[in-house]
């Protein structure tokens, strides 16, 4: 790919010549030469730029030359084919300038994202921990998916997210969600309780600072709480793709129960006062609970399917590391998209170790 801009340019240049050579005196190749220098400057870098404007100008002055052109018609054209090239060069110069600070503010962005979501700790509890982030596009690598991992005196806790929105917006709620989630979470007796908690701070959040929550004014989320002895999985899924137990070679998804608003939504507990809206669940040694955003389960392929972890068959193994489970469904998902996402990606994955003393 790099050969080509200077293909392209040989080419206007090559074209150029022949046209002054071989076509009808009123058809003269002066365009095609003027636009090699211009083909230059949008592709190459400066000084390669310099070199096609400086034979460019030579070309047309032989050019001239040969076919006996007075001086006042050759340097007319070599003016001409000049001019263009000093255009040429001052829009390198612009472009190069502007891919700067493109590459600036992009790792800016990602800095940004790095310290509001830095790397889960690979073991909480009685639990082993991995995650893993893939952006939609290579060139925007900051987005509205979170997670988190942390040992609280209720157990592990955990939460992941999805912002609605991109960009530096979508940074400012996912921060405000983890802040919330990290301080509550030391003190919130229960899940529900949790949620509540971060439903208020997002709402203060968005009251003192402004639209700091997405234009469609929620995020999506499932909060989870493993029990110090890790035999206790509890549950609750505030609007988001349900997660998944993988255990033995099984995948099973679990559905809430009861169904909850997502967070910051302002409007209360849908769920009836009696109704508990967290869900129970053991967890097995070795069992693994995998939690997801839906640039998972919206990802297409190439006939508009969506994919399903379950019916992929891909997941339906035994896993002893959250590591190996990552990976496998990052991979199977770029599979199924052949690499074209269209959405970023979260997954996080923890997995109950078996107790040292276990045979």
Known sequence: MAKVPWILAALALLAGVLLNLFAPEPYMGLPLL?????????????????????????????????????????FVDLAVVGLIGALALGVNRLIVRQGRDLALARDVAEAVQRAVLPDPPAEAGPLAVAAGYTTAQAEARIGGDFYAVQETPFGVRMIIGDVRGKGLQA???VSVALGAFR???????????????????????????????????????????????GEALRLMNRGHPPPYLVHEGQLVRLDPTVPQ???????????????EPVDVVPLPPEASLLLITDGVT?????????????????????????ETLVETLTKDVGRWTEGDHEDDMAILAVTRRRPPHAT
């Open 298 to 322: 919206e990802a297409r392929d190439k006939q508009g399917a969506f994919y399903d972890p379950v019916l992929s068959g891909r997941l339906g193994r035994r896993f002893t590391d959250p």
């Open 183 to 229: 301080q509550e979470a030391e003190y919130a007796p229960t899940l529900d309780a949790l949620g509540r908690r971060m439903d208020e701070a997002l709402a203060r959040a968005a009251a003192g600072s402004g639209p700091v929550i997405s234009s469609e004014g929620f995020i999506t989320a499932v909060l989870a709480e493993v029990s110090a002895d």
């Open 171 to 173: 940074v400012a709620a």
């Open 261 to 275: 608003l997502p967070l910051g939504v302002g409007l209360g507990d849908i769920a009836p006062m009696a109704t």
């Open 34 to 74: 003027a636009a090699a220098p211009l083909v230059a400057g949008a592709t190459l870098t400066f000084r390669s730029a310099l070199a096609v404007v400086c034979v460019t100008c030579v070309v047309s002055v032989a050019l001239d030359i040969e076919r006996g052109r007075p001086a006042t018609p050759l």
